[in-house]
């Protein structure tokens, strides 16, 4: 034990020595800083204006009532959520927010309307709440209306944009005290819903995606429904044609029942995903780096004169793995910092998802998921290693090992974001290599709990084999001079020592 | 009889099929100074990796000091390996008190006694430098100084002289010389006999792994027939022990003649021959084998080996 924390003080002491390890740690508090900044100084509302030059008269009401709609949709899902997570349904059994499915339906979107909204619900739940629940915050609007600023001349199609039209779509906006960013301007010509006539969005650059989508829905419904009415179909007809739904409907049994689920809605998994990827590659490069010095240096034999072949490997997983954990920590710690102490965006996005975690069964299982995951490709790393005479043979072993990871994991990625039984995903879950990757992008929409025990043993179970094989190939390799062949590699695995 | 330090009794390594140490025997006692000699691929290095348990043997034992061949010993062991090289970014001093505590001893005496090494060898001021900074001889010399820095009660080196100068071989040889004296039993592979021949009491010589010879030089050369130079009037063909002689150049009736005498005959033995018998001699002078010479006539001329 004393040697293997010997070798492992070396080794972190040489790592701190580089540059990259610190250019490694800074990242992520640097990022952290930036994207903190940035929200705090140019983004600092949510709500996008925009304004309507409506020549019709007809779209402007519309839109502003679909808007609204579609941003009442959003609170009602997102009240369920948090009535559900918290457990707070019994309060009003019959209301659409103690329903998870109500959001889908427009005649509850109205009935929540009717109901006084989020207001109405949030001022009852208020006495039901003990200490350790959060009240439901009520955002602003996605969007507002603003009146077309003074000034501002809409070009006719084909015109050139005027410069004041440009400066004030690259300005933010003031609305009541409140400075908006200008998301866009719509114009709707006399005209509009005949063939020919264009309804044109300005924007700029930084406006919102979804924004402009949900213009263009609205407008399409709409020149939709003016179709119907020239076909003869009654405008009541024309609406109920256009709010049918197809009779699909989402059924998902509640956690705890029927099969036990662990999920959570927090980004925390999937995060450790791409920091397991990126700290197991990058110190796993710095390990490889290490061993191929040594061997090329010709450094072995000296210190296993004095201890043994696997002495020196676990030394070096622990100092590495200890290199990595203080990265991940710092990282951890800061994005923890981050999230409970300043605001902006890092904020938004980090602290939902730590008030998410609540599982402590997913909590342990996320941790073993990292660690081990970080072990089990450290030690590829490692063995690579020993098995490259010079940097050069590393790179040409290291490009198949690292395609060899990096490919199943971006599979696996879109595959477990696509749903939980995902087949690549499924399998990929009991692949050592990737259990890991698989399991923590797949925690986000729910694993049943033998799938964590099961994944988890054979992922320790792996992680023992692995070091027994390694143990061998750096036994026989290290003092071996000849080129490994993949048939003297093999045969490395089994043997006891160098004889190969 | 003091005690041993090392011992082979009938060891062999196998590479796949082929043997690189064949059926190896000897003992070597303690406080010696040892030489394994041997051309290139003899099975040198082999040997004293698996005396140090990086190998193991196919077959046969090995006692170190008296135990099985382990890490355990590796606080009294000091082992300068063939293939050098150290830690490029690692700190002179830092080099050495690793190596020290992978040898078990405790930093601080393992920092004195890494000082203590450094100035012997005219290095102190470099001890905070990088190794990448040092020469390749100041290198070497800092590697000397990671075997010896435990002060071991064995110290194997392999082929220890390869890339030195000549002023830091002489250096090292004090350096063994002083070890030995001190008590620590030396043992040395070499392909250069010279060192040898300066430093040994003991030798092996091996030939493709196996034992060729084993035994004090003076031993070896004692197993080579006798030679010397002789001027005399007449040929000494016919004298007793006289195995065969060559005539050299003559000068004034008086001629010069190289004898080899016959196996077990002492030049001492000739020489009072021709002076109880009146036998006229103008010189006579008893020419030592080199240990080259010992080495070829033990192993063979084919060898690489150096003089
Ligand atoms: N790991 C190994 N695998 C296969 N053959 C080896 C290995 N190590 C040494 N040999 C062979 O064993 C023979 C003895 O080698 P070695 O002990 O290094 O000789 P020396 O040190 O006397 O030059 C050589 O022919 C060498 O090629
Ligand atoms: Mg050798």
Not at chain 2, 273 to 287: E, I, K, M, W, Y
Request: contains cysteine; charged residues 20%.
């Amino acid at each position: 034990m004393r040697e293997i924390l010997l070798v492992a003080k070396r080794e972190m002491r040489q790592v701190i020595a580089t540059k990259g390890f610190w250019i490694m740690l800074a990242a992520v508090p640097i990022a952290l800083a930036i994207s903190g900044f940035a929200s705090n100084q140019l983004a600092p509302e949510r709500t996008t204006a925009y304004s309507v030059v409506d020549e019709s008269g007809r779209y402007a009401p519309l839109l502003e009532t679909q808007m609204q709609a579609s941003f009442r949709q959003a609170t009602l899902r997102e009240l369920s959520e948090y009535a559900e997570k918290w457990e707070l349904q019994h309060v009003d059994p019959e209301a659409p927010w103690a329903n998870r499915q109500a959001w889908l339906n427009p005649a509850e979107i109205q009935r929540f309307a009717e109901a006084g909204g989020a207001e109405a619900a949030v001022a009852l739940l208020e006495p039901e709440l003990d200490e350790d629940t959060p009240p439901f915050e009520i955002e602003d609007p996605y969007y507002t209306e603003v009146a077309l600023p003074d000034g501002v001349a809409i070009p006719a199609v084909g015109e050139e944009v005027g410069e004041r039209l440009r400066s004030v779509l690259e300005d933010d906006i003031t609305v009541d005290d409140r400075r908006l960013p200008y998301g866009a301007i719509l114009h709707i010509p006399a005209n509009f819903g005949q063939p020919g006539a264009q309804a044109r969005i300005f924007t700029n650059g930084r406006s919102n995606a979804s924004l402009i989508r949900n213009m263009r829905e609205i407008l399409s419904a709409s020149v939709r429904q003016d179709a119907f009415a020239a076909q003869g179909i009654a405008p009541d007809t024309a609406i109920a044609l256009q709010t049918m739904q197809a009779p699909v409907s989402v059924i998902e049994p509640p956690p705890g029942e029927g099969r036990s689920l662990v999920a959570t809605r927090s980004l925390v998994p999937i995060a450790l995903v791409y920091l397991l990827l990126i700290t197991a590659v990058t110190t796993g490069s710095m390990m490889l780096q290490g061993v191929v010095e040594e061997r090329s240096n010709k450094l072995f034999e000296s210190v296993l004169a004095c201890i043994k072949p696997d002495t020196l490997m676990q030394g070096k997983l622990l100092g590495l793995g200890a290199i990595g954990l203080i990265i991940v920590l710092t990282w951890a710690g800061t994005g923890l910092v981050a999230a409970l102490y300043f605001e902006g965006f890092a904020a938004e996005v980090l602290r939902p998802s730590l008030e998410a975690l609540d599982d402590p069964l997913l909590i342990l299982a996320m941790i073993i998921y990292f660690l081990g995951g970080y072990v089990v490709l450290a030690m590829v790393f490692l063995a690579v290693g020993a098995i490259s005479e010079s940097m050069q043979d590393a790179q040409s072993y290291l490009t198949p090992v690292i395609f060899l990871i990096m490919i199943p994991v971006v599979i696996v990625m879109q595959a477990a974001l696509k749903g939980p039984d995902e087949p690549v995903a499924l399998i990929l879950s009991w692949i050592p290599l990737y259990t890991p990757f698989a399991m923590l992008a797949r925690l986000g929409s729910g694993v049943a709990t033998w799938e964590i025990i099961g994944t988890i043993v054979l992922l320790i179970a792996f992680i023992w084999l692995e070091l027994k094989l390694l143990g061998n190939i750096f036994r026989a390799s290290l003092l071996n001079d000849g080129k490994p062949t993949w048939k003297r590699i093999f045969s490395w695995m089994g043997s006891k020592d160098s004889a190969g | 009889m003091p005690a041993t330090a090392m011992a082979f009794d009938g060891v062999t390594k196998q590479f796949g099929d082929f043997t690189a140490v064949d059926n190896l025997n000897f003992a070597i006692p303690e406080g010696c100074i040892f030489g394994f000699l041997g051309g290139n691929g003899a099975g040198k290095t082999t040997s004293l990796r698996m005396a140090l348990d990086i190998l193991s043997p196919t077959s046969g034992r090995i006692e170190v000091m008296g135990k099985e061949p382990s890490r355990e010993n590796a606080a009294e062991i000091g082992f300068l390996p063939e293939e050098r090289g150290l830690y490029k970014k690692m700190s002179v001093l830092d080099t050495i008190i690793y190596f020290a505590q992978l040898k078990q001893m405790e930093a601080a005496p393992a920092k004195s006694a890494a000082m203590a090494l450094l100035e012997r060898l005219e290095l102190a001021d470099w001890a905070k430098s990088p190794i990448e900074k040092l020469s390749k001889g100041m290198a070497q010399k800092v590697q000397v100084a990671t075997a010896l820095v435990n002060s071991p009660k064995l110290l194997m080196l392999d082929e220890p002289f390869s890339g030195l100068d000549p002023v830091n071989q002489a250096m090292l040889e004090d350096l063994i010389a002083e070890s030995a004296r001190n008590g620590a039993t030396v043992i040395f592979s070499t392909h250069v006999m010279q060192h040898a021949e300066r430093l040994c009491d003991r030798l092996l010589m091996l030939a493709r792994g196996k034992k060729a010879f084993d035994g004090t030089q003076d031993e070896a050369r004692a197993a080579l027939p006798s030679r010397l130079a002789l001027t005399a009037k007449a040929d000494p063909s016919a004298l007793p022990g006289v195995e065969r002689t060559h005539a050299g150049e003559s000068h004034d009736g008086w001629t010069r003649y190289e004898v080899e005498l016959q196996q077990g005959i002492e030049p001492d033995a000739l020489l009072e021959h021709c002076t109880a018998n009146g036998v006229p001699l103008r010189s006579f002078d008893v020419q030592v084998p080199s240990l080259h010479e010992t080495f070829i006539h033990f192993v063979g001329a084919d060898e690489e080996i150096e003089r």
